[in-house]
């Protein structure tokens, strides 16, 4: 056959973009783009835009009611709540008809999830224990962003085995809901009572709601909406509206057994959070100035409590917990996972930046601390080596693909 005549290559007919929206690391990808492009502009010249536009002042009113915030904020505060909604979602999920509904397993990552919010927060503490401003940084290195740890598993591709993606995944479900638990009692200002009120009877509504049935996502959304503009103005953060309504959608239709509009909905939401919510939020918040940071700066207690507790406390948590709960026999070491791989695996878990970032803004952001360090730079220093450390032990532990 000559030349001519030699057959035409296959047509894709997935676009470039289409092809790469299906990568499973396509998340974890467009976070490190944003959080790039945010310390791209932040150090150059491109700086004073990039303040500027993220405190672009963004009002809404209706009547004698005002919701009037920075871009930032709104960045923070709304599309934070829709996250945590996808959050609540995975979570009755999970609890109900997912793999938390057996008991055999909750416990590993359970414990695992205990340690790895326990021993961070602690390396913290002992950092700033004599700062009491600092210390209401101490959840910052609690925190995982599974969709980042996620993204660094799948460059490994098929090596990994299912029963690591189910542990890392059912870790950051119990991580995520003792960050919800820590927002609601440690991060919440002073109260609103009339405020609260609102929110009682939005929550009531949700279960008259439920006792009859309901499946309409307008009326969810609309109620939703309502709960978190009263939930802002509560004085708790606007978040966790988010996770409160997700407890509401029903996981079955009462006329279709074979639908589930929970599932439904999460599956529509998992593209807006992984490829505009977080994104969004990286680039938002991840713009560290380093022109003018000093030694003393970067070795301030502050980034580096949260650095050792992101890289070493994590690590000391999830595994050292996890060992401790399979020699007492209280579990077993997952089918396809070594102690190696277990390793990398609690190291993936240091990576918290969004979640972290999230944390950090509401424990420095009222109170101007912040001027004499940025917790920021500890965050993503401590996230990089994480996740350097955990790629490089699961590539170094788990058994090679065949076409290698």
């Not at 993204?151 to 993606?165: A, E, F, H």
């Not at 022109?291 to 003393?296: F, G, I």
């Not at 396809?336 to 993936?348: E, I, N, P, Q």
């Amino acid at each position: 056959m000559n030349e001519r005549e030699k057959p035409s290559p296959p047509i894709n007919d997935d676009s470039f973009l289409a092809s790469f929206l299906k990568l499973e690391s396509a998340g974890g990808i467009l976070l490190i783009f944003a959080a790039v492009l945010a310390s791209i502009c932040a150090n150059t010249p491109l700086q004073e835009y990039y303040v500027l536009f993220m405190d672009i002042p963004v009002e809404i009113r209706v009547g004698a009611l005002e919701v009037a915030k920075p871009l930032l904020l709104w960045i923070n505060d709304g599309l934070m709540a829709i996250f945590f909604f996808l959050v609540g979602l995975e979570l009755k999920r999970e609890l109900i008809e997912g793999e938390l509904s057996d008991r055999r397993n909750i416990i590993l990552p359970g414990v695992g999830a205990i340690g790895g919010m326990a021993v961070p927060a602690l390396i913290y503490a002992y950092f700033n224990r004599h700062d009491s401003a600092a210390m209401a940084g101490w959840a910052i290195p609690a925190a995982t962003d599974i969709a980042f740890a996620l993204g660094v598993l799948s460059l490994l591709g098929s090596r990994v085995p299912t029963s690591i993606k189910i542990f890392l995944t059912s870790l950051a479900i119990f991580d995520d809901l003792g960050a919800i638990l820590i927002i609601a009692f440690f991060y919440t200002e002073e109260l609103s009572i009339a405020a609260l009120l609102v929110v009682g009877c939005c929550v009531l509504t949700l279960v008259l709601l439920q006792r009859l049935k309901a499946e309409s996502m307008s009326v969810f959304v609309f109620i939703g909406i309502v709960m978190w503009v009263a939930t802002l103005k509560s004085g708790v953060h606007a978040t966790l509206a988010g996770v409160v309504l997700a407890v509401f959608i029903p996981i079955r239709s009462k006329t279709d057994q074979n639908y589930s509009p929970l599932k439904s909905l999460e599956h529509d939401l998992h593209a807006v959070v992984a490829f505009f919510v977080l994104p969004i939020f990286a680039f938002a918040n991840a713009g560290i100035n380093l022109t003018n940071v000093s030694l003393e700066q970067a070795l301030h207690n502050v980034p580096m409590g949260i650095t050792l507790g992101l890289f070493v406390g994590k690590q000391a948590g999830v595994f050292g917990i996890c060992w401790l709960a399979i020699r007492l026999k209280l579990t077993s070491l997952p089918l396809g996972m070594s102690w190696a791989s277990l390793y990398g695996t609690s190291a993936l878990c240091g990576i918290g930046f969004t979640m972290s970032l999230f944390i950090g803004s509401l424990a420095f952001e009222q109170t101007g601390v912040d001027l004499l360090f940025d917790d920021r730079l500890g965050i993503i220093v401590g996230s990089l080596a994480a996740g350097l450390v955990g790629y490089a032990v699961l590539n170094f532990s788990l058994p090679k693909s065949e076409s290698n």
